[in-house]
Nanobody, 114 residues
Framework: QVHLVESGGGSVQAGGSLRLSCRVS????????MYWFRRAPGKQRELVAS???????EYVDSVKGRFTISRDNVRTMVFLQMNNLNSEDRGVYYC????????WGQGTQVTVSS
């Protein structure tokens, strides 16, 4: 059974930074793409960033140049470095190994105050 545990969220002022972490277990992470999603208040969950098994990254336009996804296959962890945060980045952030998950972990809350 795959377990995904997100952490690193918090409350920051606009312009601040956070680094989210996701600990992965029960999965051969080396063979899997990994994804970060977020669910903003009143909005549907959206895919924010992805990283392929080979390290190729993709981002939604709204975070390009500000967010960086990375992975550590040895430690079986995935990270999302978020810089220059703004109010649109608020929400609960989730990591996953599927692009269209049917089940979600608890996520980690990000709050950005202006």
């Amino acid at each position: 059974q795959v377990h995904l545990v997100e952490s690193g969220g918090g409350s920051v002022q606009a312009g601040g930074s956070l680094r989210l972490s996701c600990r992965v277990s029960g999965l051969n992470m080396r063979l899997s793409a990994m994804y970060w999603f977020r669910r903003a208040p009143g909005k549907q969950r959206e895919l924010v960033a992805s990283i392929s098994s080979g390290g190729v990254t993709e981002y939604v336009d709204s975070v390009k140049g500000r967010f960086t996804i990375s992975r550590d296959n040895v430690r079986t962890m995935v990270f999302l470095q978020m810089n220059n945060l703004n109010s649109e980045d608020r929400g609960v952030y989730y990591c996953h190994y599927q692009r269209a998950p049917s089940r979600w972990g608890q996520g980690t809350q990000v709050t950005v105050s202006s």
